[in-house]
């Protein structure tokens, strides 16, 4: 199952951010190299805010974080159009109904075929999300190694200007368009057969 | 027009052909509008099947289209290059576009290689750019452009080729995909997570006793798991069931490495 965590049901979910801040710090920061700022444990920036919004796969056994990706909002400052805005050649796409993908983070415990699947539960939570959120698209900066693997998926993807290298690497920005059958299309390997969001419980407000 | 308006009208289009002849003209084009003289698209397989009718493509056995130089072509899948390219083993390694004078930052460059790299100057490909196509559950592949003898690499065209070299071989992809799907005689195999295990102790050097200890089970029963997932895959040997559950992604070669 995976939870969307927001800033209203952030602190039911101490355990499974904290974890989720730790190994966006053990992929992004050591394995992949990038630089990021972090405190030796946990990666943040300043994108993870009370805008943003978390699609998190949790470890039944132990509470712990196996998968996530972070969504901001393009109608707001996020990181393509306060960072990258350059790989985009006709101007950064922003609009309510597209979400900048961010932080696509599989916990490096993962083994190969548990790895697959929780990439594919992940996924198949980011277009049930869209579809749900009444969203058009989303958007992200991939790193250019990334790119066959994100298209294999078969859903359709365009890029928004060409590659550049960037502190050594070559990354890129890429549009994903989100229609009703974007999940019925994506190729076998990326399915998912059960749907996965879950609507998580959510403090009542209290009538002042 | 802008390089990226030309790599869209080559996404839109390939996105519609039906068959891999329609996506050879394409590529053919689009080489051209970059400056390249040759590609090869292929999976990083046996490639005997190949020819120039493109069948194998479309009846879903491989991704393999080209434009190289026909004697080449020849040579190269008699003499089973494929499995010697230095440039293909380099695309192994890594997942982002490099150029083919930069492989020993990915292998360690043999006599054999070298042998290899001179033949392939001496068919007339100069120089080139290899956009890596490797995709789990599935055939490494590659996508890669040329120049001829005394044509210079279109080193500032590079970014685009890394795009349309991506979105090409995912063109192929796609029809053999497709092809494959049609076929509905394809096996299904599935193994059970114990198989699994024990295939992953074997492509780590353990004996059947050593796996039985590590996993807590008889030396009989880890016997029983690997003929069971050799049966359920049609092979003989352990080792071939290790490649085939790797080909498939069942298992990475990180994990047998850890």
Known sequence: MISIIDRYNKTQ?????????????????????????????????????????????????????????????????????????????????????????????????????????ARNTLVRGMVEFGLMSGLSAYTAVCEMGFLSQVLSAGWEVNPLGLPQIVEGQMIGA??????????????????????????????????? | MSQLADVQRFIDASRKVRCAKELEFLITDVCLEMAFDYFALIHHVDLTPLNPSL????????????????????????????????????????????IWEDVGQFIPVTQEHRLVTEDTRHAGLAAGYTVPANVPGEANGSCNFAVRTGHALPTANLPMAQVVGAFAFQAARTLVLKAKERDANAPKVALTQRQLECILFVARGKTDW?????????????????????????????????????????????????
């Open chain 2, 55 to 98: 069948n194998h493509v479309d009846d879903g056995s491989l991704v393999a289209i080209t434009n190289y130089p026909e004697a080449w072509v020849e040579a190269y899948v008699a003499r089973n290059i494929v499995a010697n390219d230095p440039v293909l083993l380099a695309s192994e390694r890594t997942n982002a576009g490099f």
């Open chain 1, 174 to 208: 890429f549009r994903i368009t989100i229609t009703p059958d974007t999940l019925s299309k994506m190729v076998a390997s990326w399915q998912c057969s059960e749907p996965v969001l879950r609507l998580v419980e959510r403090e009542p407000a209290i009538a002042a």
């Open chain 1, 13 to 117: 979910h101490g355990r499974l951010i904290r974890t989720m801040h730790a190994e966006r710090k053990r992929v992004f920061v050591d394995l992949m190299r990038w630089n990021l700022g972090h405190d030796g444990d946990q990666e943040h920036d300043r994108f993870d805010d009370d805008n943003a919004q978390y699609l998190v796969l949790c470890n039944p056994e132990d509470g712990d974080h196996l998968a996530s990706l972070r969504l901001l909002r393009t109608d707001r400052p996020h990181l393509m159009s306060e960072i990258f805005p350059y790989l985009c050649e006709a101007g950064v796409p922003s609009a309510s109904s597209i979400r900048e993908i961010t932080r696509f983070c599989l916990s490096p415990r993962l083994r190969a075929a548990e790895r697959l699947r």
């Open chain 2, 210 to 258: 050593e796996i039985g200890k590590i996993l807590g089970i008889s030396e009989e029963t880890v016997k029983r798991h690997l003929a069971d997932a050799r049966e359920r895959y049609d092979v003989s040997k352990r080792m071939q069931v290790v490649m085939r559950a790797v080909y498939e992604g069942k298992i990475a070669l990180s994990d047998i490495l850890h």
